[in-house]
């Protein structure tokens, strides 16, 4: 079935650096990659998501690249702030007709000032 | 902004029980999700509806498990009868209108279930 790699499981930064999460997945069909930001106890928040026919995405301090013939993608945030320490989750799905999002193992991300 | 909402955020239930989970997607959104987490965890899919039927489940949603949209704006997990592994975190998902290349689906608060 469907999987999704996620690494590393656990990274710590200090402020100012910046950290890198990587994914790789199974099904060569899929086509939408959404990242999720997850507070303790909180629901899980879009960041950033990029669709197959694009390489890399940005907003801000975030990045997404994607190599699709590598089935491999990656989620880059520069000058870390103490607030981006949570649970960070990739995720993988076939964007058409509403089809589930099959989610990585999470990264817990500590930012330290 | 609107936001996908969930009741209760916290269920406490006895074992063998029936459970229901409420939620009310966004409202002009077409495709429902719901999701479990496990403590620590990943999210896990169990079942996704659209246009009143289920599209697809998880080997997780087995008969045990059922999904309902009795109304306009409510849509509702329900477990039969509950054991202690079904203790986790639900969380219902919606998503717009899916063409045009992936919608993200946004997520509800949840709902912590904790079966003694």
Known sequence: ?113 | EPEVTQTPSHQVTQMGQEVILRCVPISNHLYFYWYRQILGQKVEFLVSFYNNEISEKSEIFDDQFSVERPDGSNFTLKIRSTKLEDSAMYFCASKDFPFGGGQPQHFGDGTRLSIL
Do not use: M
């Open chain 1, 1 to 113: 079935g469907e999987n999704v790699e996620q690494h590393p499981s656990t990274l710590s930064v200090q402020e100012g650096d910046s950290a890198v999460i990587k994914c790789t997945y199974s099904d060569s069909a899929s086509n939408y990659f959404p990242w999720y930001k997850q507070e303790l106890g909180k629901r899980p928040q879009l960041i950033i998501d990029i669709r197959s026919n694009v390489g890399e995405k940005k907003d801000q301090r975030i990045a997404v690249t994607l190599n699709k013939t590598a089935k491999h993608f990656s989620l880059h945030i520069t000058e870390t702030q103490p607030e981006d320490s949570a649970v960070y989750f990739c995720a993988a799905s076939r964007a058409e007709y509403g089809n589930k999002l099959v989610f990585g193992a999470g990264t817990i991300l500590r930012v330290k000032s």
